[in-house]
């Protein structure tokens, strides 16, 4: 079983509390209270293998004397309770009216904490996750919320595109390869990702617009491999629609051209 104490030498020991994702509860004194929340401006968090992400949560708060702070901000997997996510403490609130603030906590995820952030498979820790956060008002209210907030943590994608050959005769037939992998955080590399639907696409030369040809499902490794007849030239390029735990992704366009 892998240790913890690693990772709450380098991030403060709230970061490991094994919280249960029970249903929604709060607590408090007082007429303060959580009424929106987005994470990320409403997207995904994408996680790779080296590059430190960080993401607001964006909190509004309301109450008759006005907001002062967040005190507390903690968000994990809502189904089996890790995370590698840390916040600094710090936040800023920004005044909406006399009662009401949006106060905006940053996230912090550093792919190289993550493999001693948890003592599963940590890959299982993408997926959705909820947020839960304390907040304080000028006049000493305070209110514990839980669950005020679900979005979708997932590993990234990488995807490639090669036509083979590059030049053909009207009617030929050319052969569109790629790859499709993703962020292992166990061993922080990317692996083949086998198994899964991606479509093929073109956009005609001139054209504004990609459209889906054909629907591939990959291989070994992760390898895609088809066949197309050519009837013009233009770009291809292989499309990845994405999964609860890993993120969308859209290859890079290989342009093919007539002979």
């Not at 380098?10 to 509860?25: I, N, P, R, S, Y």
């Not at 968090?45 to 702070?69: A, E, L, M």
């Not at 499709?180 to 991606?198: C, I, M, P």
């Not at 992760?222 to 066949?227: A, E, I, P, Q």
């Amino acid at each position: 079983m892998r240790s913890r104490t690693a990772w709450a030498a380098a991030c403060g020991a709230t970061a490991l509390v094994m919280t249960t994702a029970t249903g929604a509860h709060a607590e408090g004194r007082g007429d303060i209270r959580v009424v929106k929340t987005v994470v990320n401006g409403g997207g995904n968090v994408i996680v790779g293998t080296s590059k430190t992400i960080r993401f607001p949560i964006d909190i509004t708060v309301k109450d008759n004397s006005g907001v002062k702070k967040l005190t507390d901000v903690f968000t994990f997997n809502q189904t089996n309770g890790y995370t590698f996510a840390t916040w600094d403490g710090n936040s800023s609130c920004t005044k909406k009216s006399a009662t009401t603030s949006v106060c905006r906590a940053t996230m912090t995820i550093d792919p190289a904490w993550i493999p001693d952030s948890d003592t599963i498979d940590s890959n299982r820790v993408a997926g959705v996750w909820r947020v839960d956060a304390t907040a304080k008002a000028n006049d000493g209210d305070y209110w514990i919320s839980d669950h005020i907030a679900e979005y979708k943590v997932k590993r990234a994608a990488q995807l490639t595109t090669v036509i083979a050959p590059e030049k053909v005769a009207k009617g030929a037939k050319a052969t569109i390869i790629g790859k499709l992998s993703r962020a292992n955080w166990e061993d922080l590399k990317y692996h083949g990702f086998t198994g899964q639907q991606v479509k093929l696409q073109f956009r005609k030369k001139g054209a504004a617009h990609y459209s889906t040809v054909k629907t591939v499902t990959t291989g070994d490794a992760g390898k895609l491999s088809t066949k197309v007849t050519v009837a013009s030239a233009g770009s291809w390029r292989w499309y990845f629609p994405g999964t609860t735990t890993t993120s969308l992704k859209v290859a890079a366009g290989d342009v093919l051209n007539l002979k």
